[in-house]
């Protein structure tokens, strides 16, 4: 059974980093695609960020200040998140797509599995 568990820090000043990380157990998932997502309070969730094979995507709020990466010999996927703004408050969800390897889908429907969500407030 494929596992996604994401930890990191979880509370931070505006203009600060977070690290976070989503560890995957049960399978090989390094030929797939993997995704960051997000949701506020009230608000869909959103693509953050997508990786396959070194090709990574992001959504334009978060250009320039997020960073996606994986580690396959650790089977574990991270976001790095600097320059941190109140607006990146929200539930963050790692996420496995074993129908793709290429071309990630954008919409969080396409992802069959989730990993449990670690909260991240940005707040002064």
């Known amino acids: 059974e494929v596992r996604l568990v994401e930890s990191g820090e979880t509370s931070v000043q505006p203009g600060g980093s977070l690290r976070l990380s989503c560890a995957a157990s049960?399978?090989?998932?390094?030929?797939?695609?993997m995704g960051w997502f997000r949701q506020a309070p009230g608000k869909e969730r959103e693509g953050v960020a997508t990786?396959?094979?070194?090709?990574?995507r992001y959504a334009d709020s978060v250009k320039g200040r997020f960073t996606i990466s994986k580690d396959n010999a650790k089977n574990t996927l991270y976001l790095q998140m600097n320059s941190l703004k109140p607006e990146d408050t929200g539930m963050y969800f790692c996420?496995?797509?074993?129908?793709?390897?290429?071309?990630?889908?954008?919409?969080?429907?396409?992802?069959?599995?989730w990993g449990q969500g670690t909260q991240v407030t940005v707040s002064s």
């Open positions: 996420a496995l797509d074993m129908e793709r390897s290429f071309l990630c889908n954008w919409a969080p429907g396409a992802y069959g599995r």
């Open positions: 049960g399978y090989d998932y390094s030929g797939y695609c």
């Open positions: 990786v396959s094979n070194g090709f990574t």
